[in-house]
């Protein structure tokens, strides 16, 4: 059986999530983070060389990352509607944003979260002067980069009621993570209408509800 090494306020959510969609059995280890640091237990980070969330083990075998472990799980449910088939309307929307989630999405927003401990964590009378630093690298590099995917993401959500089409698909998953992480790290609000109308269809999903029961309270990091 399936055991989800479930690290609290991660990305972990998203294979719970999967999972219950697929209406699969699985097991959940529970992990908590350092309260000082956040960062993962000695146990979490005993699993993998990695040591990052998500991880899974079936039997002998320790699998992490996030689509990795998306592809096995749905291989191993005997094939689903939420891959789309090779060949089919919406399978390459669904391929682009499966990758872009994790390949372009969520290192922007783990940017942003870091920039912004580079300002919060040094000691004070280095604040003015980390924050003029970090300031010059996100008007350059993080804001210009970080407008133009939630534009992108905007404009595709006008256009299919989920990121690949009209069917819901594991992109979504995917996805559903990093929007509900960008609603309170990077400004992702009101004045982005369809990315809220998403999370609040993403949300409503009833195995969205039951994984977020199995995960416990959820708060993604704002800084």
């Not at 993401?153 to 069917?167: A, P, Q, R, V």
Request: hydrophobic share 40%.
């Amino acid at each position: 059986m399936i055991v989800v090494h479930h690290l609290e306020n991660s990305q972990s959510i998203r294979v719970l999530w999967l999972l219950e969609e697929l209406g699969m059995d699985y097991k959940v280890q529970y992990y908590k983070r350092d309260a000082e640091t956040s960062l993962a237990p000695i146990e979490f980070k005993g699993l993998h060389i990695v040591g990052t969330a998500p991880c899974i083990t079936d039997g002998e075998l320790v699998l992490p990352e996030t689509n990795a472990i998306l592809d096995y799980i749905i291989d191993k449910s005997g094939g689903s509607q939420l891959r789309p088939k090779p060949g089919s309307e919406q399978r390459v929307r669904y391929l682009y944003w499966l990758h872009a989630a994790q390949g372009s999405f969520m290192p922007l927003l783990l940017d942003a979260l870091i920039f912004k401990r580079m300002i919060n964590k040094v000691p004070f009378f280095l604040k003015p002067i980390m924050k003029f630093v970090v300031g010059k690298v996100e008007v350059a590099y993080l804001k210009p980069r970080l407008k133009n995917m939630l534009t992108h993401i905007e404009n595709e959500l006008g256009k299919s009621t989920w990121f690949s089409g009209s069917e819901f698909t594991a992109a979504d998953i995917v996805m559903g993570y990093c929007m509900d992480v960008a609603a309170v790290r990077v400004g992702m609000d009101d004045s982005y209408p369809n990315a809220q109308a998403f999370l609040k269809r993403m949300r409503e999903r009833p195995a969205f509800k039951r994984a977020m029961k199995e995960n416990g309270d959820f708060k993604p990091f704002s800084e």
